[in-house]
């Protein structure tokens, strides 16, 4: 052991005149420990935030979507889809139709996003059908197959409102069971199923604000849908505003034929979205633009950017403070060790020696300090992350539980930031110390 390591050592063990030094020396050992662990924390939290939520995202929706400028829809959208299937990055591609909507059963209402879907291709750019828990979306499959079964024999778009005047006013129990059973298929969000008071077999009614040009005016447009299954994203956002229905039954529902409004696409970087989205804007041509998903959530993920500094800066105080408890500790330290310090150098200890006793001092506080942080910091994230041990209101922070999700980077960062402010605090005192004149400090001994 070097020398100046061994007697920074043994200061630190040594019983001391004054035991107000050595209650200081341990309070800044935990004031470094409890802003480590601290930092770790709030750190993972602010981390596993963050992929919460983009994991939720992206089981949610696509990565990037292609659409009209004018909003108008897309137009022979199966051959523009083959096209830009062929493009690098591109997983896989699907569909859609997205509108507002209001979705009652008896007296409850509330307003929605409606997605129609082909629900096979829609499986390979999202997972959301996948977090059906109750009931099925098979009824959905049935629903797109029949619907284009109809389209390739008449081969027009397909028109339900014929079937579906006739059975509106069923004149008996056998119409009403053929009723329901003809019923387009829907699939709720938990949320909103929750708000409505449907489950599986339940009837809602679905008002499109787009209505029908009559005589007497644009009136509402609505059809019944049998809800088929109830999925659980865990993202409080989509669990309590969306709804899903075929391709078809929403083409229908509005009128729309054989046109979508948009492309969805995922692809194999979900950080490059942004240029691929670009790329198949070009490849597409005049008219079309594209949106990713981290543009459709920006503001999100600068607020947990923002919040991430916020929390490193406002918590570090913490080992601030106890950087001043160690640069006390040390000065206290350097009176006290003033006639010890006296005797090394005329003995033929160097100045740097003596300065280099205070700074390891001051450095072993911090580093044992770091190390029981780190320790306590990673333990409490592990622990909490895996067993869920707080508790979150679904409604304000979309997640039910807080996310744990500690990173390596993270602790180095944070050990790094507590070393060097433990060691800014022992530059004073350890020059002081160095300045020592040994006749001074030994003329009345």
Do not use: C
Not at 262 to 280: H, Q, R
Request: no cysteine; charged share 20%; net charge positive.
């Amino acid at each position: 052991m070097r020398f100046e390591l061994f007697v920074a050592a043994r200061y630190l063990r040594a019983k001391r005149r004054q035991a107000v030094i050595g209650i200081i020396t341990v309070i800044s050992v935990i004031g470094v420990a409890a802003g480590v662990a601290s930092l770790i924390i709030a750190l993972a939290v602010n981390n596993g935030f963050r992929l919460d939520l983009q994991n939720r995202l992206l089981g949610s929706i696509s990565h990037v979507n292609l659409m009209r400028v004018e909003n108008d829809g897309i137009q022979n959208w199966n051959t523009l889809e083959a096209k830009l299937d062929q493009q690098p990055h591109i997983v896989a591609s699907a569909p859609a139709i997205y509108e507002q909507v209001l979705i009652s059963r008896g007296a409850r209402a509330k307003g929605a996003i409606l997605k129609g879907i082909l629900p096979d291709r829609e499986r390979r750019v999202s997972q959301l059908l996948d977090s059906v828990k109750i009931g099925s979306y098979d009824a959905l499959v049935q629903s797109q197959k029949e619907a284009d079964a109809r389209r390739r024999e008449a081969a027009i778009p397909v028109n339900e409102s014929a079937r579906n005047s006739e059975l509106n006013n069923p004149s008996s129990i056998a119409g009403l069971h053929e009723r329901l059973k003809a019923m387009p298929p829907i699939i709720l969000g938990k949320d909103m199923a929750d708000d409505l008071g449907a489950t599986v077999g339940s009837v809602v009614l679905v008002t499109s604000p787009q209505g029908e040009l009559t005589p007497f005016g644009i009136v509402p447009k609505y059809m019944r849908f049998k809800v088929v299954g109830v999925f659980e994203s865990g993202f409080y956002d989509y669990d309590s505003s969306w709804a899903l229905i075929s391709l078809a039954d929403s083409q229908n529902l509005f009128g729309l034929g054989n046109v979508v409004s948009t492309i969805e696409f995922k692809v194999d970087d979900i950080y490059k979205a942004g240029e691929i989205g670009n790329e198949l804007q070009k490849v597409a041509g005049s008219g079309f633009m594209s949106t990713n998903w981290m543009e459709q959530n920006r503001a999100l993920f600068h607020a947990l950017r923002l919040e991430r500094i916020v929390t490193f800066i406002s918590i570090g105080l913490i080992v601030l403070v106890a950087a001043l408890n160690i640069l006390i500790s040390l000065i206290m330290m350097v009176m006290e060790k003033t006639r010890d310090v006296a005797v090394l150098v005329s003995m033929g200890a160097r100045r740097r020696q003596v300065r280099n006793v205070f700074i390891l001092q001051g450095m072993l506080i911090g580093i044992i300090g770091t190390v029981i942080g780190l320790i306590v910091g990673y333990s409490v994230s592990l622990l909490a992350g895996h067993y869920h041990l707080f508790s979150l209101s679904a409604q304000v922070y979309s997640i039910d539980y807080v996310p744990f999700a500690p990173r390596l980077i993270d602790g180095v960062l944070v050990s790094v930031v507590a070393l060097v402010i433990s060691f800014v605090a022992t530059i004073y005192p350890s020059y002081s110390a160095a300045k020592v004149l040994p006749a001074e400090a030994l003329r009345y001994e």
